[in-house]
């Protein structure tokens, strides 16, 4: 059952990207998802900090949602399939190649705020 939840949630969140990349590629990279687990050390003590102070929802399970975002952190896109995504951000959420209403005003507007204020993932070598 576990499995299914995860599965079930990304497929939801792949499936909104692809109509967002207007069908361009949207993929999965299997290494880099094993790679985000055996190396998540910050990403567990965080979680256990926030389910310590109460922060998720009741009947969160906290496994279960480092997966989701393990996964999520693992999403491939090309150059094209990543360029039509962020022209449905900029166009307010409708895909400039399909035409199809994907994200509502007030999602965009969150979700920019978002991008704007947390900037990319800091990489260490």
Same mark, same amino acid.
């Given at each position: 059952? @576990? *499995? ?8 939801? #969140?792949?499936?909104? @990207?692809?109509?967002? %990349?207007? !069908?361009?590629?949207? !993929?999965?990279?299997? %290494? ?11 990403? &567990?003590?965080?979680? &256990? &900090?926030?389910?310590?102070?109460? #922060?998720?929802?009741? !009947? $969160?399970?906290? *496994?279960?949602? =480092?997966?989701? @975002?393990? *996964?999520?952190? /693992? ?10 995504? /962020?022209?449905?951000? %900029?166009?307010g959420g409708v895909c400039p190649t399909t035409k199809d209403? $994907?994200?509502?005003?007030? %999602?965009?507007?969150?979700? =920019? /705020?978002?991008? @704007? ?9």
């Amino acid at each position: 059952w @576990y *499995q299914r939840r995860v599965r079930v949630r990304f497929d939801f #969140v792949t499936s909104e @990207y692809k109509k967002m %990349a207007g !069908g361009e590629f949207v !993929g999965f990279s299997n %290494a880099t998802f094993l790679s985000e687990k055996s190396e998540a050390d910050r990403n &567990y003590a965080i979680g &256990y &900090y926030l389910k310590e102070h109460n #922060v998720f929802p009741e !009947g $969160c399970n906290l *496994q279960e949602t =480092l997966d989701l @975002y393990f *996964q999520l952190c /693992s999403v491939e896109t090309t150059a094209n399939s990543a360029a039509v995504i /962020s022209a449905t951000l %900029a166009n307010g959420g409708v895909c400039p190649t399909t035409k199809d209403v $994907c994200v509502t005003a007030d %999602a965009v507007r969150n979700t =920019l /705020s978002l991008m @704007y204020s947390c900037g990319h993932v800091r990489l260490f070598w």
